[in-house]
């Protein structure tokens, strides 16, 4: 199994539509074989979900993410976890043991360059001028 993540400088990337790498890690019975860090190539929204199912992805870790991200990686087969932030190793350690908090409900309805995803303190992305509908668990 394959698990990725959105990845910059060792966290999870707040917003999947702009990721420049993603972490893509080996995964065997709960344990991770391995991790490597790919770049995504300027692939942006919609073509993000095609990159991950080549690269064999069963599944995704991400801050925020839109609708039409959610219907791709839907059609391409892969699960997602999004609403996370923080270290993406322990994400995935986490998701390993059982005990990811995320939520898949949450959806980005912006365009704009700012991420979001990462503002759990405030439970919305508000305060830069965005719609990000974060409920937290």
Same mark, same amino acid.
């Given at each position: 199994?394959?698990?990725? =993540?959105? *990845? %910059?400088?060792?966290?999870? *990337?707040?917003? *999947? #539509?702009?990721? &420049?790498? *993603? +972490?893509?890690? %080996?995964?065997?019975?709960?344990?991770?074989?391995?991790?490597?860090? $790919?770049?995504?190539?300027?692939?942006?929204?919609?073509?993000? @979900?095609?990159?991950?199912?080549? =690269?064999?992805? !069963?599944?995704?870790?991400?801050? #925020?993410?839109? &609708? #039409? @991200? +959610? !219907?791709?990686?839907?059609?391409?087969?892969?699960?997602?976890? @999004?609403? $996370?932030?923080?270290?993406?190793?322990?994400?995935?350690?986490?998701?390993? =043991?059982?005990?990811?908090?995320?939520?898949?409900?949450?959806?980005?309805?912006?365009?704009?360059?700012?991420?979001?995803?990462?503002?759990?303190?405030? #439970?919305?992305?508000?305060?830069?001028?965005?719609?990000?509908?974060?409920? %937290? %668990?």
């Amino acid at each position: 199994m394959k698990i990725a =993540a959105t *990845f %910059e400088n060792g966290q999870i *990337f707040a917003h *999947f #539509g702009h990721t &420049q790498q *993603f +972490k893509i890690y %080996e995964v065997q019975d709960g344990k991770i074989l391995s991790s490597a860090v $790919v770049d995504t190539n300027g692939s942006g929204h919609g073509a993000l @979900a095609g990159f991950l199912k080549q =690269a064999g992805v !069963n599944a995704l870790i991400c801050g #925020g993410i839109g &609708q #039409g @991200a +959610k !219907n791709a990686l839907t059609q391409a087969g892969i699960i997602l976890y @999004a609403g $996370v932030a923080g270290s993406a190793d322990e994400a995935v350690q986490k998701l390993l =043991a059982g005990n990811l908090s995320y939520n898949s409900d949450i959806t980005c309805a912006h365009h704009g360059n700012h991420g979001c995803g990462g503002h759990h303190d405030e #439970g919305s992305c508000s305060h830069h001028g965005h719609n990000c509908a974060h409920h %937290e %668990e």
